[in-house]
T-cell receptor, first 114, second 114 residues
Framework: KAGVTQTPRYLIKTRGQQVTLSCSPI?????VSWYQQTPGQGLQFLFE???????NKGNFPGRFSGRQFSNSRSEMNVSTLELGDSALYLC?????????????FGPGTRLTVL | AQSVAQPEDQVNVAEGNPLTVKCTYS??????LFWYVQYPNRGLQFLLK??????LVKGSYGFEAEFNKSQTSFHLKKPSALVSDSALYFC????????????FGTGTRLLVSP
């Protein structure tokens, strides 16, 4: 089975721009979660989608949004980029939401904001 | 709200020696507990999980973890460390019931010297 794929792998943007990141989960997985990873803050939870519905949301400003499509693929969008948004954005999928379901991570998208 | 603590930023061990990476957690009910490993410029890889049952859980690459309810701990162990085990290790917890998010610790860097 193919793993979680994320596109693009690297992205360079300037302040004020917006960006859309894409995630394709493992086939059959219905839950997709997004995380932001930075050296200073570690791994921060952004949101989780399950069957096109947002199940959980982390403590990020409204500039961060996401959605999930009927084929379970997910996108996250960051508007009005700030320097502090530079990070590795990780997507993870799991068979179901919550419980003992382990998450499988993609390689991440490295976003640099100049 | 659930939380997890990894008290050591870095653990140093010589190749061939046993290793332990510590993790303690806090949940309102019973926990689901996970360990992940991250190699440089890669996403997180699932190692093992505890849902219920035996307190000693065996996972990938010879790793195991012991669940201790009274001490609210879930330490990661390996009898004989390899240089290739050098990586960043994350403990994560999810509270039982509902669609709880997965909460990660800050990570522990494991350095295995030859």
């Amino acid at each position: 089975k193919a793993g979680v794929t994320q596109t693009p792998r690297y992205l360079i943007k300037t302040r004020g721009q917006q960006v859309t990141l894409s995630c394709s989960p493992i086939s059959g997985h219905r839950s997709v979660s997004w995380y932001q990873q930075t050296p200073g803050q570690g791994l921060q939870f952004l949101f989780e989608y399950f069957s096109e519905t947002q199940r959980n949301k982390g403590n990020f400003p409204g500039r961060f949004s996401g959605r999930q499509f009927s084929n379970s693929r997910s996108e996250m969008n960051v508007s009005t980029l700030e320097l502090g948004d530079s990070a590795l954005y990780l997507c993870a999928s799991s068979l179901e939401s919550g419980g003992g379901n382990e998450q499988f991570f993609g390689p991440g998208t490295r976003l640099t904001v100049l | 709200a659930q939380s997890v603590a990894q008290p050591e930023d870095q653990v140093n061990v010589a190749e061939g020696n046993p290793l332990t990476v510590k993790c303690t957690y806090s949940v309102s009910g019973n926990p689901y507990l996970f360990w992940y490993v991250q190699y440089p410029n890669r996403g997180l890889q699932f190692l093992l999980k505890y849902i219920t049952g035996d307190n000693l859980v065996k996972g990938s690459y010879g790793f195991e973890a012991e669940f201790n309810k009274s001490q609210t701990s879930f330490h990661l162990k390996k009898p004989s460390a390899l240089v290739s085990d050098s990586a960043l290790y994350f403990c994560a917890v999810r509270d039982i019931g509902g669609f709880q998010k997965l909460v990660f610790g800050t990570g522990t860097r494991l350095l295995v010297s030859p």
